[in-house]
């Protein structure tokens, strides 16, 4: 920085100290919030408290069992199991294999398209009876194509919960664009629900019908070697234990309560700015440029930034 620079920073910062000096008031609120505000996480801090939780130790969880729900039937008609193709003979019987394997009255609705299920669902009452639609990613060229070793299967399910048998409610969908939660936890996820609770992949029979798709599917290509598998094998699921761990209060409420601190600080710089501005315009003196409001910005970050580092 050269000495013509170095002599017009140093020009701006009197012109700052001048017009705050002039508006001792804004002066005055700017540190009596910004002292309120260092006081009130002081206080936090201080009356927060620290629990310890856990260890956390979950049951097995079959994945062979029908969500309640199932037990009674929609109103307009008996549950369905849907499928994509229709056209494919092998995978019609494959759902069948998934209906008898579930011993359960599922009527089974083949579509020849995605598009065509998506329309069929669109229509009144038709959503609330189709319990879950196997869509097959296959290009099948005639309807006794065999199903590949390597296939790739879609599962969708209603993305309203409808398991109402259990004590959380599900307000969006089942989520599946985030590989994390929108508010990260500081311990386990739904710590209180033993089958993972949100978003309901147990309750609303999601893991039932993957597996016993991937169980037809096996059956398909080798049924004999299949069954003697499931008859000396039971699957369960089992959530990972979580060790001790302490919750502190405080974080929660810091990391909501530093935005509004952020935004009321700043907020009277930037009335006193404008007013500054208007103020020239009016008298038509030279306008205050841009960088004297990021000159009093980095002011305040570094009092704000000391004032954290004390508490």
């Not at 927060?48 to 969880?61: D, L």
């Not at 065509?116 to 869509?135: G, H, L, P």
């Not at 048998?165 to 969908?173: C, I, W």
Request: aromatic share 16%; net charge positive; glycine share 4%.
């Amino acid at each position: 920085m050269n000495l013509l620079a170095l002599n017009k920073f140093m020009v701006l910062l009197w012109k700052n100290f001048t017009l705050k000096r002039r508006q001792f008031i804004a002066i005055v609120v700017e540190i009596i919030v910004t002292l309120l505000f260092a006081g009130i996480l002081l206080l936090t801090r201080k009356i927060g408290v620290i629990s310890q939780n856990g260890p956390y130790y979950y049951p097995f969880q079959p994945v062979d069992k029908l969500p309640v729900f199932l037990g009674k039937n929609p109103p307009s008609g008996l549950w369905e199991l849907a499928f994509v193709p229709s056209k494919s003979v092998v995978v019609k019987n494959i759902v069948e294999t998934v209906k008898r394997d579930l011993h359960y009255n599922f009527e089974v609705k083949g579509f020849s398209s995605e598009k065509d299920f998506e329309n069929y669902i669109k229509q009144a009452n038709n959503s609330e009876r189709v319990m879950v639609a196997f869509v097959f990613d296959h290009e099948f060229k005639n309807s006794h194509d065999p199903l590949p070793l390597k296939v790739k299967y879609y599962l969708r399910l209603s993305s309203l919960q409808r398991n109402r048998h259990v004590n959380y409610f599900r307000l969006g969908s089942w989520d599946t664009g985030s590989l994390f939660p929108r508010s990260p936890s500081f311990g386990p996820r739904n710590p209180e629900h033993a089958d993972g609770g949100d978003p309901g992949y147990i309750t609303e029979g999601f893991l039932v019908m993957q597996h016993a798709l991937d169980k037809a599917i096996m059956k398909y290509h080798n049924q004999a070697a299949s069954q003697k598998l499931f008859r000396d094998v039971q699957v369960f699921v089992q959530r990972f234990p979580y060790p001790a761990y302490y919750h502190d209060s405080f974080f929660p409420f810091f990391g909501s309560f530093i935005p509004l601190v952020i935004l009321f600080i700043f907020t009277t710089n930037y009335l006193t700015l404008i007013q500054a501005i208007v103020w020239e315009k009016e008298h038509q003196l030279k306008v205050t440029p841009l960088f004297l409001w990021y000159i009093e910005i980095c002011e305040k970050c570094w009092v704000f930034q000391a004032i954290e580092k004390n508490c």
